[in-house]
């Protein structure tokens, strides 16, 4: 095991805010001393069925722990999530019902295994405590806070003094999350700036209860792919882990210049020297776009590999920066899609060629929304209906959509 000192200047890489620093170097020195590994919990709230790069700044920050020889808690928050954290937001957040946060945990273990050593990680569902809780039980755990206590978060705060609604069942959120650490006797909670309030519930909560409070480890929170807000899938400015390797580099290419470093630092394993003279590099005129192709390798290799970081690098270039859209690489004909019709819409051309090509069940309205960016033989085609007649060379190029382009050539017999 590494020494405390080396442990601790390890761990905060990436991290702005340690409640305490003194109390974390303690923690190590007393493990090194005692060969005890620490426990260190991390929980994830099932809301969606995907998990985007933003939530993987705190897996690898609990996959760098493992590394480094401690005990990994991956918390899911079955129960959390029917409340739905309300750090953050002015809003409440949808309550969800348990068959769809159930049916978004298979999908979330799967995914964050493509970071943590799955053979090295506890992972508990919070419904396994509170699931058993009588209303006395709750009872005794909400007194532990005052009202007082409960208005000194932010959002809480805020949201009371703009008159925006604040229900009683969000102000059970950061007392769950802090018990969460009682139950599983965190020595160190880690997750984004916006979750200090509840990290600092948790180390109050091991107080009252007797137990050594934990250490809170805070990063930054990742900005989405507008470069304003935070990472978000309801917001659409995000990099989901399930991406193909092309949507995932393409979305890596779309960030603001400013983003780049903060992605190099929080997604990837980079040093902190090569991460500087990008920076320096960049400074100094250098074109930000070299240093987006990299970012993009780095994020597709650690999720896909090798090969799939190069072909999606091949395919973003062909079609975007050359400009040689490869539209050979899909062919099909016209009597296989459109059995046999002489002519069809260009809403009906669209939604069935995304079937065949990429399987997407686009939808009229969808479809519509597209028509402006239909090019057909590479020019943008604004006629209500395209038929075998028009083409005489029998065979048709065509392109649309931006995010996930459509592409290919139909021989027309």
Known sequence: MKSAEEQLKIVKRGIVDIVTEEDLLKKFQKSVKTGKPLNIKYGIDPTATDIHVGHTVGLNKLRQFQDLGHTAILIIGDYTAMIGDPSGRMSERPQLDRETIMKNVATYKEQA????????????????????????????????????????????????????????????????????????????ELGGTDQRFNVIAGRYLQKESGKEPQVGLFNPILLGLDGKNKMSKSLGNYIGLNFTPEDMFGKVMSIPDTLITQYFELLTDESYEIIEAMKEAMAKGENPRDFKVKLGEAIVRKYHNEEAAAKARFFFDSLFSKKEIPYEDNVMDWNDIFENEAGVSAVTFMKKTAKKLLSIELSGADAKGMLPGLLIDEKKYDKPMITKSDFTAKKLKFKFGKAKPVYGVIYIK
């Not at 990680?121 to 005794?140: A, L, Q, R």
């Open 113 to 188: 295994f493509r970071i943590l050593d799955k053979d090295k990680v506890k992972v508990v569902f919070n419904g396994d405590w509170f699931g058993k809780m009588n209303f006395m039980d709750v009872i005794k755990m909400v007194s532990k806070f005052t009202l007082a206590q409960m208005m000194e978060h932010d959002y809480f705060d805020k949201r009371f003094k703009e008159g925006v609604p604040l229900s009683i069942h969000e102000l059970f959120y950061p007392i769950m999350q802090g018990y969460d650490s009682v139950m599983v006797e965190a020595d160190i």
